[in-house]
């Protein structure tokens, strides 16, 4: 005998099996989620469990999980879009901006 799962109703109704309240809530285009497996932080090393887990991590140390990035454009390596008259033109600036700061103090 196998065993069976039962999804009871808010309002006291009868008991539905699982996979027939699963196949009707598909239907309905609602998605029902698994939690959030437990993990250890590479941050501070501590075991967090499921998505309240995860909230907690998230907020306590100011991070995103990298789930919740995806769909973004990634980031590309060179994309610095100046022309080269610009960056000779920006670099003078630097430099000329690095011997003021030198010279103000030798002044």
């Known amino acids: 005998m196998t065993r069976q799962a ?3 109703p808010r309002d006291g109704g009868d ?3 699982k996979e027939q309240y699963c196949a009707s809530m ?7 989620l698994p939690d959030l497996p437990d993990f250890v932080s590479p ?11 995860m909230r907690d991590h ?11 990035l995806k769909g973004l454009p990634p980031l ?10 610009q960056k000779r033109s ?18």
């Open 76 to 85: 590309a390596f060179n994309s610095d879009t100046r022309t080269d008259s």
């Open 15 to 17: 008991p539905i099996p």
């Open 90 to 107: 920006d670099a003078a600036v630097r430099k000329q901006q690095v011997i003021n700061l030198v010279n103000k103090h030798y002044r």
């Open 58 to 68: 998230c907020s306590r140390h100011n991070v995103v999980p990298v789930a919740d």
């Open 43 to 53: 941050i501070d090393g501590k075991h967090y469990s499921g998505r309240a887990g």
């Open 6 to 8: 039962w999804v009871y």
């Open 26 to 32: 598909a239907s309905a285009g609602v998605t029902i």
